[in-house]
């Protein structure tokens, strides 16, 4: 299983960006889809997670200002981030929860500046 993440980068307080995150692999079921994110010197936290039936959660802090997405048919996932803070710094996560295993992708930076 891969998770390919794209998006992020660099943006400034109360802008917008967008993260993607495509599966591959033998992925089939895909439960869970969804991002989380760690910034320096704190623990990994859930941003946004989709069950596959469509149920979004959504961290307290973004509640508001973040959308997830997800295309089953594409097996992806996406994170339009708007209203962006700099506390919204951190290394942006894509995981997916398929059969009973936990799957990470390879981390993107988002940073944002005041």
């Known amino acids: 299983v891969q998770l390919q993440a794209s998006g992020g980068g660099l943006g400034q307080t109360g802008e917008s960006l967008r993260l993607s995150c495509a599966a591959s692999g033998n992925i089939f079921p895909i439960n869970i889809m969804g991002w989380y994110r760690q910034a320096p010197g704190k623990q990994r936290e859930l941003v946004a997670v989709?069950?596959?039936?469509?149920?979004?959660n959504y961290a307290d802090s973004v509640k508001g200002r973040f959308t997830s997405s997800r295309d089953n048919a594409k097996n992806a996932v996406y994170l339009e981030m708007n209203s962006l803070k700099p506390e919204d710094t951190a290394v942006y996560y894509c995981?997916?929860?398929?059969?009973?295993?936990?799957?990470w992708g390879q981390g993107t930076q988002v940073t944002v500046s005041s």
């Open positions: 995981y997916a929860y398929i059969r009973i295993n936990d799957y």
């Open positions: 989709i069950t596959s039936g469509g149920r979004i």
